[in-house]
């Protein structure tokens, strides 16, 4: 073991992540420090519930409700920020960062937001930030991505991301269960975001696929460039159906290089039930990297959770350790490429994106309808891939399409005619799908 002092490490937050990180820093302690180095000791904690933060770590630790005083104290090296939100999580970083720590987030929210200037901050003070557990909880894929794969022109990346909303699809599908009934599970477990409808609604998302993507492909982060919906619109009807053509029903975040551009999309997608991704479970998650020398890759594993995060904020705090005393021109830069070699590509409009769709529309059962339907497609360019017409009784019936690829923008025109058909009686139900090819 080296000689070197214990690097001193200032956890701010003690909730999920922050509980977790302290319970795998202690029981690890001597396998960390014969990786490390030296020995990894959290020497102070700021936390809102003091009491909570007591009860686990005894009086072995001081802990305050003061995140500044940690934050400022000049004898430790590395801040851990896992209190989450923006506004006081940007203040608190930006201070570390100015009073020379290293930070160890797993704020995806904050780097969404405010990543490019924080990266920038850090640089100038000579400091690290590492944000591991900010993407796919404990699956080493910033690592990955940004060191493993980096001979690369990374084309596309496409994850599963967030287990709160993986956990609910997938319990709506296995069980028959209610949407709501799963969320509470969900939060119970401890996945869901303090306010869950970022996981619902698409947005935790895309704060990581915005993170994720800059990484990939050389380009700042631009969380507010992502298309991004969620799946509260996803019925039993959609699930069943889906299933019935061979395919399921999966919140992705797709990044994707185009000749003129990058997509940025985040949406409920039909993926082929073959595909390894459509067997990604409960809170698992798993991202697929395709990048030109390596081919198709598939990294799996827990999205979220107590220890599985904190796996990540642990190995954040390892390598920081390890780098500590190396030169900052030779350590890796915090976007995998170079911080004047960012590259400004367009990213696309969600009109601009290549894509397949499933529609669904209630129809009158009578003759012409689906030869109108078809007409409409025909005249923008759409190619059908399958379809499935059910009889509803009351001279209803319900149309499910499946398209192939085509682009966003036709397809819209197109649903907006059909929509105007006296025949079709309600909204045409869009889910986007990709084959994965
Ligand atoms: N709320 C997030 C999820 C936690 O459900 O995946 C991990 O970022």
Excluded at 215 to 220: D, L, N, T
Excluded at 311 to 335: C, F, K, M, N, Y
């Amino acid at each position: 073991m080296s000689h070197l002092q214990a690097i001193r490490v200032g956890l701010l937050g003690f909730g999920v992540v922050g509980s977790g990180t302290w319970n795998v820093l202690r029981r690890n302690s001597n396998e960390i420090a014969r990786r490390a180095g030296r020995r990894i000791e959290i020497v102070r904690i700021a936390t809102r519930t003091i009491s909570k933060a007591t009860n686990v770590v005894g009086d072995s630790v001081p802990v305050t409700s003061d995140l500044m005083e940690v934050v400022r104290d000049p004898s430790i090296d590395i801040v851990v920020e896992l209190i989450g939100g923006t506004n006081l999580a940007k203040d608190i970083v930006i201070e570390a960062l100015k009073n020379g720590k290293h930070v160890v987030t797993a704020n995806k929210a904050l780097l969404a937001h405010h990543g490019n200037e924080i990266f920038k901050i850090a640089s100038e003070n000579k400091v690290m930030v590492a944000f591991e557990a900010a993407v796919a909880g404990g699956i080493p894929i910033i690592k990955s991505v940004r060191e493993g794969l980096t001979a690369n022109r990374i084309q596309s990346v496409a994850g599963i991301i967030n287990g709160t909303s993986n956990f609910i699809l997938s319990e709506m599908r296995e069980k028959g269960l209610a949407f709501e009934e799963v969320l509470k599970e969900a939060q119970r477990l401890g996945y869901a975001e303090a306010d869950p409808t970022f996981d619902i609604e698409g947005v935790d998302v895309a704060h990581k696929l915005s993170i994720l993507a800059s990484i990939a492909f050389g380009v700042p982060i631009q969380f507010d460039r992502v298309f991004s919906e969620g799946i509260t619109q996803i019925e039993q009807e959609d699930v069943v159906q889906a299933e019935r053509l061979g395919y399921r029903l999966k919140l992705l975040g797709i990044a994707t290089r185009r000749e003129n551009g990058i997509e940025l999309r985040v949406h409920p997608t039909l993926i082929p039930n073959s595909k390894m991704l459509a067997n990604v479970n409960g809170a698992m998650n798993a991202v697929m990297v395709r990048g030109d020398a390596v081919g198709e890759t598939l990294f799996y594993g827990p999205g979220a959770g107590s220890e599985p995060t904190a796996s990540a904020v642990v190995a954040d705090i390892v390598d920081v350790t390890r780098l500590h005393t190396a030169d900052p021109e030779h350590r890796v830069p915090h976007l995998a490429f170079q911080p004047d070699a960012l590259e400004d590509y367009k990213i696309l409009p969600i009109e601009e994106a290549q894509t397949g769709y499933y529609l669904r529309m209630t129809v009158k059962d009578q003759k012409g309808v689906l030869a109108d339907v078809s007409r409409i497609f025909a005249d923008h360019g759409i190619s059908i891939n399958s379809m499935i017409q059910d009889n509803k009784g009351n001279n209803l019936a319900s149309l499910v399409f499946l398209i192939h690829q085509t682009i966003e923008a036709s397809m819209q025109r197109a649903i907006q005619q059909i929509e105007a058909l006296d025949s079709v009686q309600n909204a045409v139900k869009l889910i986007r799908l990709e084959t994965l090819e």
